[in-house]
Antibody, heavy 119, light 107 residues
Framework: QVQLTESGPGLVHPSETLSLTCTVS????????VYWVRQPSGKGLEWMGRMRYNGDTSYNSALKSRLSISRDTSKNQVFLKMNSLQTDDTGTYYC?????????????WGQGASVTVSS | DVQMTQSPYNLAASPGESVSINCKAS??????LAWYQQKPGKANKLLIYDGSTLQSGIPSRFSGSGSGTDFTLTIRSLEPEDFGLYYC?????????FGAGTKLELK
């Protein structure tokens, strides 16, 4: 059974760094790409970036200067770090699995990690 | 970036009815359009990709159509579990962008 579970601090102070972990089960990180998507409070979905199955990364240019995605395949984990957080970064952060054979189609989602940026 | 415009923003319908949700891209995305369902307390669900391909396990009352810039998600004979939020997403080019969502509510 495919599962993705996001974890991390629920509260981050302005200007600090957000660190989130996506722990996956039911599939291998060397066989599937994992994407991060966020949903600012009351708004729609925004694709943030991806960790490809081969270890390559790509980022949304709007976030690229602040964002880093890495992984530990031995622990089945993908990590997101985003610095210089502001209040409009408040929202829910999802990790997703990319469907094989199709570009950027997300066939499994975590439940999401709620992040509040506040002093 | 490709802008995705969904309509309507809100949609009220009754079980058994059929509804359509539209998604318009700011430039051609060929067939590369996906639809997702979002419901409180549940993981988002992929419904359709490549414009019209039904994801495995999704009921056949869901269908997608369109290409280029104009796409439609149709749900025939609504079931109670179909009410929720629906998002389109273009998966043609970086950055992959989503529509603002359509809230399908019980009339």
């Amino acid at each position: 059974q495919v599962q993705l579970t996001e974890s991390g601090p629920g509260l981050v102070h302005p200007s600090e760094t957000l660190s989130l972990t996506c722990t996956v089960s039911g599939f291998s990180l060397t066989g599937y790409s994992v994407y991060w998507v966020r949903q600012p409070s009351g708004k729609g979905l925004e694709w943030m970036g991806r960790m490809r199955y081969n270890g390559d990364t790509s980022y949304n240019s709007a976030l690229k200067s602040r964002l880093s995605i890495s992984r530990d395949t031995s622990k089945n984990q993908v990590f997101l770090k985003m610095n210089s957080l502001q209040t409009d970064d408040t929202g829910t952060y999802y990790c997703t699995r990319a469907r094989r054979g199709t570009r950027a189609v997300m066939d499994a989602w975590g439940q999401g990690a709620s992040v509040t940026v506040s002093s | 970036d490709v802008q995705m415009t969904q309509s309507p923003y809100n949609l009220a319908a009754s079980p058994g009815e059929s509804v359509s949700i539209n998604c318009k891209a700011s430039k051609s995305i060929s067939k590369y359009l996906a639809w997702y369902q979002q419901k409180p307390g549940k993981a988002n669900k992929l419904l359709i990709y490549d414009g019209s391909t039904l994801q495995s396990g999704i009921p056949s009352r869901f269908s997608g159509s369109g290409s280029g810039t104009d796409f439609t998600l149709t749900i025939r004979s609504l079931e109670p579990e179909d009410f929720g939020l629906y998002y389109c997403q273009q998966h043609n080019e970086y950055p992959y962008t989503f529509g603002a969502g359509t809230k399908l509510e019980l009339k």
